[in-house]
C-alpha cells in the first residue's frame, strides 16, 4: 500500500504511522477492512448516540437527497430547517427563542462568542471581556481555542488568541473558591460573558462538578448581568443523564450551544440557541448591526434532515430508558475498583464514566495515553484516554456485555502499563 496523503487530526504521525481503515458500522460496532469488529466505547467523540447507521436516521437522509441537497441559507431557507428550528425551541428552555445554525461544535461556540459580544456593542456597551473556567475545551477555531486552556493545544497559536479570564475549577470542596472568582471578575463592568460546559468538562479531562454549582454561577451572572453561555456541544442529547446538562440545575442559558449528537452522530450539524433581546440587538436598518457570521453549508437540507429524524426517535424510541441502563451499569461496574490503589478519582454522570490510573508521568503528551490506546485497540476497542484518564461514553443501544468488555479490559490493561 502507498503512503496516504491524509493529515489526521490529533494524531502524531510520527509515532502513529498507520490508521485503522473502518469500512462499516451498525449499532455499537464499527468494521475494519480486515474483518475486526471493535466496539465504539466513546461513540466516535462522543457523537453517535443511537448508534451507527440507525435505520430511522439513514431512510430521512435518502429521501432528503432525493429533493434538495443544498441552498444557500442567507435570503432563503427551506422546510427541514424550519421544522427543526420549531423543534428545538420547543425542546428547550423557553427563554431560547432562535436559533442559528452552524456545522461543528467548535463554530457554535465562534457564534456564541460573536453573538455575545455583538449584543452589546450593538446597544453601545463597552462589554468584550469573556469568563471561562479553567481546563475547558471548547473547539479548535481561533475564538473557541482562546475560551479554552491553554497549553501543549494551542501554544503555537498563542499569537492569534484574544485575552480571556479564567476562573477556577469548581472541584471538590473548592466550590465556594470558584463562586468568589466568579463574584469578584463580573463586578467589573467590561465583561461580557461566562461560557461554560455544564456539569463536566470533557476533553479537559472528564471533570465533574455539582448542578446547584451550575445554578450558582448561572445566577452570579444574573446578578451582574453577564450573559451565560452553556456549551452543551459534548454535554447535550442524553450524556449527563438528562436531556440537556442544565436541565439538572434548573436553569436557562442566556446561550447555548448544541451539536455532536444533534443528527444522532451521522453527518455534520450545530446551532446556537439565544434569547430573543440577542436577537433583537442585531435587528436594525442600520445594516451595520447585522450579525455577520455563515458558512457555505449553513442548515445543509440533508444534515436538517438527519436531525429531525434524530428528535424522532428521541419521541418513539426509550431513549432515556437506555441511558438510565448505562449509567446503571457504569455505576456498578466501577465499584469493582474502589478500592484498587491502581486506580484514582473514579466518577460517573449519566452516560460517562472515567477514572484515572495511578502513573507518575500523567499528562496527555504522557506515553500511558498511547500504551492505553494501542492495549484497547489489540482488544478490538476503541478507547482513547486522555493521558491516564480513562473514560467510556457508549452508545446508546450498547448492551451490558459490550461494557463489561471494555471494564475488563480496564482491569488488565491497568497491571499492564503499572
Known amino acids: 500500500m502507498t503512503k496516504s496523503p491524509v493529515w489526521h487530526p ?41 448508534g451507527h447507521r440507525h435505520p430511522h436516521i439513514v431512510k430521512a437522509i435518502k429521501d432528503q437527497i432525493d429533493r434538495l441537497d443544498q441552498v444557500i441559507f442567507a435570503g432563503f431557507t427551506h422546510e427541514p430547517a424550519e421544522k427543526l ?9 423557553p427563554e431560547l427563542e432562535y436559533v442559528f445554525f452552524s456545522d461543528s461544535g467548535s463554530t457554535s461556540v465562534e457564534v456564541a462568542l460573536k453573538m455575545a459580544l455583538g449584543f452589546w456593542q450593538n446597544r453601545g456597551i463597552k462589554r468584550s471581556r469573556i469568563l471561562a473556567l479553567e481546563g475547558a475545551y471548547h473547539g479548535d477555531t481561533i475564538g473557541g481555542m482562546s475560551v479554552g486552556e491553554r497549553g501543549v493545544f494551542n501554544a503555537p497559536y498563542d499569537p492569534l488568541l484574544f485575552d480571556v479570564e479564567r476562573i477556577p475549577f469548581p472541584a471538590a470542596g473548592r466550590e465556594e473558591v470558584t463562586l468568589d472568582a466568579l463574584h469578584v471578575a463580573c463586578k467589573r463592568d467590561d465583561v461580557a460573558a ?30 451582574h448581568d453577564v450573559l451565560f453561555i452553556a456549551d452543551e456541544v459534548m454535554t447535550g442529547w442524553g450524556r449527563t443523564g ?28 450545530a446551532v446556537t440557541l439565544c434569547r430573543a433581546d440577542i436577537f433583537d440587538a442585531h435587528y436594525s436598518t442600520d445594516r451595520s448591526k447585522t450579525f455577520f457570521h455563515s458558512s457555505s453549508y449553513t442548515a445543509n437540507p440533508v444534515a436538517c434532515a438527519a436531525a429531525l429524524a434524530n428528535l424522532e426517535i428521541w419521541q418513539r424510541e426509550p431513549v432515556m430508558e437506555r441511558i438510565g441502563s448505562i449509567a446503571a ?17 473514579l466518577r460517573q454522570i449519566g452516560t460517562i464514566a472515567a477514572l484515572d490510573i495511578v502513573a507518575k508521568d500523567a499528562g496527555y503528551l504522557a506515553d500511558i495515553g498511547p500504551r492505553l490506546y494501542r492495549g484497547f485497540l489489540a482488544r478490538e476497542l476503541l478507547v482513547r484516554p486522555l493521558g491516564n484518564t480513562i473514560y467510556i461514553m457508549p452508545p446508546y443501544c450498547s448492551t451490558t456485555s459490550d461494557l463489561d468488555l471494555v471494564y475488563d479490559a480496564i482491569d488488565e490493561l491497568a497491571g499492564e502499563v503499572a
Open 10 to 50: 490529533f494524531t502524531q504521525h510520527a509515532v502513529q504511522p498507520e490508521a485503522t481503515l473502518i469500512s462499516k458500522g451498525e449499532g455499537a460496532w464499527l468494521e475494519a477492512a480486515d474483518g475486526r469488529r471493535i466496539f465504539d466505547a466513546i461513540s466516535s467523540w462522543w457523537v453517535v448516540t443511537h
Open 85 to 93: 428550528a420549531r423543534h428545538l425551541v420547543e425542546i428547550t428552555p
Open 194 to 223: 461566562l461560557i461554560v460546559e455544564p456539569l463536566i468538562l470533557g476533553a479537559g479531562g472528564m471533570l465533574i462538578y455539582p448542578a446547584s454549582v451550575l445554578a450558582e454561577m448561572k445566577r452570579v451572572c444574573e446578578t
Open 242 to 269: 438528562t436531556l440537556f446538562a442544565c436541565e439538572q440545575a434548573g436553569i436557562a442559558p442566556d446561550i447555548a450551544c448544541y451539536s455532536k449528537g444533534l443528527t444522532g452522530g451521522s453527518v455534520p450539524l
Open 329 to 345: 451499569l457504569h455505576k456498578d461496574r466501577l465499584t469493582r475498583f474502589r478500592d484498587d490503589r491502581r486506580f484514582a478519582n
